[in-house]
């Protein structure tokens, strides 16, 4: 029997970024907020400071800022034909635990989408024509100019160090000239490069490309942010992705929302509560609180007037699952929305070798240090004729020279041994990696479910992912590595390796934690489960934030849209949903 | 209501206040600072909002509230060199607090150091100071805390070793070092200056922690004043040039007020004890006081002689090559490869007078424990430095403090690995 | 390097610390507190994992994945006693892991779908030394070198099988696992001296690079430090 607590105004579950927003925004209006948080609390000064936060096996390869998957994790497998098996180490993908989530461990590239995603299929459909019949993209039922304060809100929030392309339709020098009218410039320059985004840039631009700095939430200079609170500058101390920072120089919760958040008394934060489920009420037509449980297995119920589920996509969804809130997708019938549209993105490599000469210095990186091109993304290029549709970007980031994690050696070397010892040390530090980054669209047989067979620590079924790249996907990688290809033959190295994406799609190597869709947001709840607002259509004192709302995965890093998104959301929920709360904000 | 029968006993405690001049004097100043109707027992409100600046001003929160559960319920441990004090519980709970407490009784606490019952309070109690604030202030106080919700609390008796532990004794330490005094301005100084005199001196208590202590423990005056002292084992430094190093000589009065209001300005950040009386006491004060205070306090004159000038330690020196590559690699991420800090943010060590001042400890402290600066509303960012006790040890420590001591033009007395030992123990 | 008694009071003491004051309810501040820190869990210098003769097999493994040349081999490099650690730890029992059964081997896209790493190596190694005798050689100390490389090759390959667990799962963790020994920090109890690292030219735990941004292709022959510290060693 659970333990029932008084109720509050709004219970936020999971304190990531969006958790954060979400709360920030909703106590500065005066409600009262609690968030529950399965993780613990971190500090930067006492528990990933400058003293311990380079640890290459302690963070990269022992997980210490990861979620523990023997608490939950997923069953994987590439097509519904087979049977699915549980991911028990992590690997493609990173989800963080603890407060700030995955935020604290991000590298920090800070994108706004094209105005075009957002329309994907409309507009693909009017540029190309009819669609593949098992491609199940849709336009989000939001738009970028709807979206554009927001982006600007959390770029301010972070101090995005970077170039505008594009000013209120006025196309800018050395920024990206592809991007969506935006209203403010950054709040920060560009980061300075060090020597490999610059042979990158150069190599881009002889081409005729027009390379421009990834928009970073890696500090170029010291900033205050509009609520008070102090970055400073990063030191490109190259233990930046995966790990969390140690200097206050990359944005985050913790960095950048926390310090004011905390000091606010309608806000309370509850840690090592780990939600179970969310209740229903027994008309099915609105949420009564979530169940959680703590360390030592008392199960607490938690009433609230509102619940945000703020956790990362897959136990968002799972979440909507477990509580029986909404029809499961079933590919055969294509019935239920609940874990449809599940998409990732895809990426590739190409890297340079230089002679012994030329000293690339890789360990002076940060997560988001690099140029980059965007020629090859979303529909910035004339796809006719391809095959695909979609794209990505095309950049040179030095992020970390960690020895394991960032080892190159050319073709040709043996995989062990002498020769690997050899060629380990005369490559290291000469080579300079090119990435691609694309989109990934949705499709009938990529979905989340329940399995069938295997359990969570709590007893739960663990959510099933079927997932794996399709022709237009692989395509697609295929012209963007053939274009980072040609770039890195202007680059004057020595020779090259190229590395394409094949399938079938792999949980093991690590590629991008941007896992998208499930919860998807739209127009009509007879395609999505939210709304524009991220509300839940048939219980409207249910948000779903993150990019669990994403219909399709663009060729762009999530983050700033996932939280445009949250602010746009509570905005609404500020101005006009708690006017009539429990209500829907879009009629049906 | 309690507050009625207070109002009874503060007009028959009015018959005995001693300098009347003073009560209209104190008005007379608190008339720029707060509010113009201050007359006492005029409104209870006012009154009761007074005592609250007041006990911020005397920041009577640091010592007697030790669980925020249970303000100023006191039980908060005093280590002092000759033992651990209680302090006291001053919420009206009859039993355990000030429940039965007059008016005069809270006077003669503050004025002389008498507790109720006759014995003599402990000098931790800053009634040294608190001697030279006016009657009024104190009933103000008095009438705040006893509006306060009474708290029921342990009374606990000082650990001290005999002969410190029989309360008599202390009539020979008032002899030698106590003196009952009362405020008179000074016509030559600005209203601003005899203002903030009153708070330095009286109230804020700023000696306590910022002069030298003599044998007894008490707190040094004359030439000794503000030339630094120790608190709670961390330096607290000198305000003022002279014999312990250059003060506040470079600060502005904005510097001040910054620090004091905000607990950062644009060349360090507020930590320890310090950090403590900003959040509970100095960043409520008024414009007008704060800058009083700052007026006073950089106008404290040179005190003795200044030490003589150290000479910056060559960098070949084996401890400066060590510390170099510990700054290199632990320290300048932050503090700036040059020394230089971020405005706001973190410290600047490049002509820091803490970083040089002669007794190391502070220096020591801050990279074995770690320190926070204070959050305010204006710098929310708990900025905060890592320990580093269990990743150097005493040479290594050492070195990087002589580094930064010696380094970005600073000079100071290298730090020795046994000294970093002693104090490593000594935690 | 060796690690002072010091840092094992000390960051016993504060990891105590930490652990003991967690938190579950905050409102109102940042919590912060002094003294305290999570810092590295160093190597434990007599906690041990294999026995003797799995040492063996394992010392003759590592170093025919990273042999000797110039620069020392794999186990001279502290690559066992990195192994011994990890093995004999939370790693090694999978306390991250999600570990329920039922197990069973699916594509390689499916990952990693053995028991608790500590159990694969174990099994693992019986398994190979098993495996080679049957061969009519006494174990994998006993091949030559040439023929200890192409038993390694075939376990990666998954060529060579194994009876109760997957040689390629076996295989894909012991060569991380090898490297990480050559290039983690030497805190865990590997990369002796930071000889990995001075070998390539790694820097190690440093947090300030701004003064070499312009670099211009230039080496930059920054001495490497450890997370643990451990300047004045590194020194003398």
New interface residues.
């Given amino acids: 029997m659970a333990r029932k607590l008084p109720k509050r105004e709004v219970v936020i579950v999971g304190f990531g970024w969006t958790g954060a927003i979400m709360a920030e925004q909703l106590t500065a209006e005066g409600l009262d907020v609690l968030a529950l948080e399965r993780g ?2 971190r ?1 930067t ?14 963070y990269r ?3 210490d800022l ?1 979620e ?3 608490r939950e ?1 997923m069953t ?3 097509s519904s034909d ?8 992590l ?1 493609s993908f990173l989800p963080g635990t603890n407060v700030g989530g995955s935020g604290v461990h991000w590298n920090g590239i800070t994108w706004r989408f094209l105005p075009s995603d957002f329309v994907a299929r409309s507009h693909n459909e009017e540029r190309y024509g009819p669609l593949p019949e098992d491609m199940t993209i849709q336009d989000w039922g939001v738009s970028y100019e709807e979206l554009e304060p927001h982006y600007t809100t959390f770029e301010e929030l972070c101090g995005i160090s970077g170039k505008a392309g594009n000013l209120n339709g006025r196309l800018q020098q050395g920024g990206n000239p592809f991007e969506g009218p935006r209203s403010k410039e950054y709040p920060n320059p560009p980061m ?4 490999a985004p610059k042979l990158f840039a150069e190599a881009a631009s002889g081409l005729g490309y027009k390379p421009f700095p990834f928009p970073s939430a890696n500090m170029s200079r010291a900033y205050t942010n509009p609520l008070g609170v102090s970055l400073a ?1 990063c ?5 930046c992705e995966k790990f969390a920072c ?2 206050y120089s990359k944005a985050s919760a913790p960095t950048t929302i ?2 004011v958040l ?2 606010r ?1 309608n ?7 780990m939600v179970l489920r969310v209740l229903k009420a027994a008309d099915g037509k609105s949420v009564t609180g979530v169940e959680y449980i ?1 360390p030592e297995g008392e199960i607490i119920e938690q009433p609230a007037d509102m619940v945000i589920l703020s956790t990362y996509i897959n136990h968002n969804v799972h979440l909507l699952m477990v509580s029986g809130i909404g029809q499961i997708y079933d590919p055969r019938s294509q019935q239920g929305l609940v874990g449809k549209n599940y998409a990732y993105q895809i990426t590739s490599g190409v890297t340079v070798f230089y002679d012994e ?5 890789p ?2 990186g940060a997560g988001a240090l690099g140029m980059v091109i965007d020629e090859f993304n979303g529909d910035n290029f004339d796809h006719s004729g391809l095959g695909f549709i979609g794209g990505g970007f095309i950049g040179q980031t030095q992020t970390n ?4 994690e960032s ?1 190159a050696v050319p073709d040709g070397t043996p ?4 020769g ?3 060629a ?2 005369e490559n ?2 000469h080579s300079v990696g090119i990435g691609t980054h694309g989109a990934v669209m949705s499709y009938r047989g990529n979905y989340l479910d329940l399995d069938p ?3 969570d620590a709590y007893g739960r079924p663990l959510m099933r992912m079927t997932f794996d790249f399709t022709e237009n996907e692989l395509r697609m990688s295929d012209y963007l590595t053939d274009r980072a290809v040609e770039i890195a033959e202007a680059m004057g190295g020595r020779e090259m390796t190229v590395s394409r994406r094949k399938g ?5 190597p690590y590629q991008t934690t941007h896992n998208t869709g499930g919860h998807i947001m739209g127009a009509s709840p007879a395609d999505s489960v939210t709304n524009k607002y991220l509300q839940h259509w048939q219980m409207p004192n249910l948000f779903l934030t993150g990019a669990g709302a994403f219909p399709q995965n663009p060729g762009y890093n999530p983050t700033g849209t996932v939280a445009a998104l949250a602010y746009h959301s509570a905005a609404a929920i500020r101005r006009s949903y708690l006017r009539a709360p429990g209500q829907p904000m879009v009629q049906a | 209501m309690r507050y009625l029968s207070l109002a009874q006993s503060l007009t028959r405690s009015s018959r005995r206040i001693r300098i009347a001049g003073l009560v209209a004097l104190s008005a007379c100043l608190f008339a720029a600072a707060t509010h113009p109707a201050l007359a006492q027992g005029t409104n209870d409100w006012s009154e009761l909002q007074r005592g609250l600046y007041l006990s911020r001003v005397g920041d009577c929160a640091a010592c007697h509230t030790a669980d925020p559960e249970k303000p100023m319920a006191g039980k908060y441990a005093l280590d002092t060199p000759f033992g651990t004090i209680w302090t006291a519980n001053l919420t009206p709970d009859e039993e355990t607090g000030l429940g039965e407490w007059s008016a005069d009784d809270f006077w003669r606490a503050m004025n002389e150091g008498i507790r109720r019952d006759g014995a003599h309070l402990y000098p931790a109690f800053p009634y040294t100071h608190f001697t030279l604030i006016s009657r009024a202030d104190s009933d103000a106080i008095y009438a705040y805390l006893q509006s306060l919700e009474p708290i029921s609390q342990d009374v606990m008796e000082p650990d001290f070793p005999f002969p410190l532990n029989i309360r008599f004794v202390l009539n020979g330490w008032n002899l030698i070092n106590f003196e009952d005094r009362s405020f008179t301005p000074d016509p030559e100084r600005s209203a601003a200056w005899n203002r903030g005199y009153y708070i330095a001196e009286g109230l804020g208590h700023c000696s306590m922690c910022h002069s030298p202590k003599n044998f007894t423990g008490a707190v040094k005056d004359g030439d000794a004043a503000y030339s630094g002292g120790m608190a709670e084992g961390w330096l607290a430094p000198a305000l003022r040039p002279g014999s312990g190093g250059p003060g506040l000589s470079d600060w502005s009065k904005d510097d001040l007020m910054a620090f004091l209001r905000h607990g950062r300005n644009s060349r360090t950040a507020a930590f320890g004890p310090m950090a403590e009386v900003i959040d509970k006491s100095t960043r409520h004060l008024t414009d007008s006081d704060l800058d009083a205070l700052a007026t006073y306090i950089l106008d404290l004159p040179e005190s003795g002689e200044a030490p003589a000038d150290s000479e910056a330690i060559d960098t070949d020196d ?1 401890a400066m ?2 510390g170099a ?2 700054y ?3 320290c ?2 932050c503090h700036g ?1 040059d020394g230089e800090g971020i405005p706001g943010q973190f410290a600047r060590l490049k002509g820091s007078s803490l970083t040089q001042s002669s007794d190391p400890t502070t220096v020591v402290r801050l990279v074995l ?4 600066s204070v ?1 305010t509303e204006k710098y929310p960012t ?1 900025h ?1 430095m ?2 580093f ?5 005493d ?2 420590v050492a ?1 990087v403090a002589t580094y930064v001591r010696n380094a970005f033009g600073n000079s100071a007395p290298a730090v020795t690995a046994d000294a970093v030992a002693e104090i490593r123990e000594a ?1 | 390097m060796a690690i ?1 008694r ?2 094992f009071l ?2 016993a003491s ?1 990891l105590a610390l ?1 652990g003991g004051a ?19 869990s160093p190597a434990g210098l007599h906690q041990t994992f294999f026995s003797a003769e799995e040492r063996s097999v394992i010392v003759a493994m590592v170093d ?4 000797k ?1 110039e ?1 020392p081999s794999a186990s001279e490099a502290g690559v066992v006693t990195f192994l011994e650690d990890q093995l004999a730890g ?2 090694g029992r ?7 059964g ?1 197990f ?1 081997q ?9 028991e608790a790493p500590a159990i694969l190596y174990r099994q693992a190694i019986a398994d190979l030394e098993t495996a080679i005798r049957k061969e009519g050689t006494d174990g994998f100390t006993a091949l030559d070198a040439e023929a200890q ?1 192409d038993f ?2 075939a376990l ?1 390959e998954g060529e060579q099988e194994l009876e109760h667990v997957d040689a390629k799962t076996f295989f894909d963790r012991l ?2 696992d090898t ?2 020994g050559y ?3 030497p ?2 109890g590997g990369n002796r001296d930071m000889v ?2 001075k ?22 022959d920054l ?1 490497p ?1 450890s ?3 451990n ?2 060693r590194e ?1 003398n």
Avoid at chain 1, 267 to 273: D, H, K, M, V
Avoid at chain 2, 389 to 393: A, G, I, Q, R, T
Avoid at chain 3, 94 to 100: E, K, N, R, T, V
């Fill in positions: 613990v609390w500090n000064s006492t528990d990933y400071a400058v003293t311990n936060a380079q640890d290459e096996v302690r390869f022992r997980h990861f523990q998957l023997s994790t994987f497998r590439n087979q049977t699915a098996l549980p991911m028990r180490m690997g300075d490069m060090v020597l500058p030191t490109y101390c190259g233990f140690g200097n926390l310090p905390m000091r008394q806000f309370e934060l509850q840690t090592q509560a703590t000469e030329t000293h690339i210095n360990f002076i020279g960690r020895p394991v080892l995989k062990f041994g002498a690997w010892k050899k380990m040390r290291y530090g067979t295997y359990k079938p799609y792999s949980i093991v | 084996p090559q060590t590559l510990v290199a690699t632990q300048s991420a490869p424990e770690g320190v926070r959050p708990p905060a890592p320990a006790d269990w990743k150097l040890n040479a290594e070195a935690q | 002072s010091r840092y000390t960051g504060v930490t967690l938190a579950r309810s905050y409102r109102g501040s940042v919590p912060w507190s002094s003294k305290t820190a999570r810092p590295p025919r994945l990273i042999p040349d620069f939370p790693y999978g306390d991250i892991y999600y570990l329920q039922p069973q699916g594509t390689e896209s499916q990952g990693y779908q053995a490389d390694l090759t990666s060569w991380e490297q990480l290039f983690g920090d805190v865990h990995g690292w070998m390539i030219g790694f820097p190690g735990a440093r947090y300030d690079y701004r003064p070499y941004i312009d670099h211009n292709g230039k080496a930059l001495p430090v997370v643990a510290g300047y004045q020194a």
